[in-house]
């Protein structure tokens, strides 16, 4: 069965540096997503992705978060700066006809 | 601003028994009703979803829409131990594009009594 694939499943880093975490959609998906969940708190939508350009962000997703997809198969998040409030859990997922799959997560932990 | 809301729980259910689980949600725009559960640690697994009113089934779930009153919900009929969980309910609005976020509640805590 198809599924999204995330790497890494875990990421410690110190405040103030710059985290990549790596996505792999579902093959024939083409709309993709970063969502984060604070331990505790709820799936909070980050930013949508569809024909290689941004189609919704939120308001969590400012100037110190980024979205690529460098090649044909990998979605990537990038956080420039990280704070400590950025320690949580984020979930790529993609979607194609109205289902919606997550994948595994990276728990990042900023010290 | 969008909100969807759960009863947190946790709500007790003993085995083989229906557990009714329930939410609403604020945005009258919304489209399309997920449900997903969410074992600790782990990410948010899709159960189903639905888009029209009344009940859609699938083996031992069913969930059921009323957008007049906008609340959406999920049955788990002969509950299992397995069932324990936390349940994500998630709605989509449309807003044009195909690419709009979920907003999910905070879920509720499901527990299946042996």
């Known amino acids: 069965e198809p599924e999204v694939t995330q790497t890494p499943s875990h990421q410690v880093t110190q405040m103030g540096q710059e985290v990549i975490l790596r996505c792999v959609p579902i093959s024939n998906h083409l709309y993709f997503y970063w969502y984060r969940q604070i331990l505790g708190q709820k799936v909070e939508f980050l930013v949508s992705f569809y024909n290689n350009e941004i189609s919704e962000k939120s308001e969590i997703f400012d100037d110190q978060f980024s979205v690529e997809r460098p090649d044909g198969s990998n979605f990537t998040l990038k956080i420039r700066s990280t704070k400590l409030e950025d320690s949580a859990m984020y979930f790529c997922a993609s979607s194609e006809g109205g289902e919606w799959y997550f994948g595994p997560g990276t728990r990042l932990l900023v010290l | 601003q969008k909100e969807v809301e759960q009863n947190s729980g946790p709500l007790s259910v003993p085995e083989g028994a229906i557990a009714s689980l329930n939410c609403t949600y604020s945005d009258r725009g919304s489209q399309s009703f997920f449900w997903y559960r969410q074992y600790s640690g782990k990410s948010p697994e899709l159960i189903m979803f639905?888009?029209?009113?009344g009940d859609k089934e699938d083996g031992r779930f069913t969930a059921q829409l009323n957008k007049a009153s906008q609340y959406v919900s999920l049955l788990i009929r002969d509950s299992q131990p397995s069932d324990s969980a936390t349940y994500l309910c998630a709605v989509k609005s449309y807003s044009g594009g195909g690419a709009d976020g979920l907003t999910f509640g905070k879920g509720t805590h499901l527990i299946i009594q042996p």
């Open positions: 639905i888009y029209s009113n």
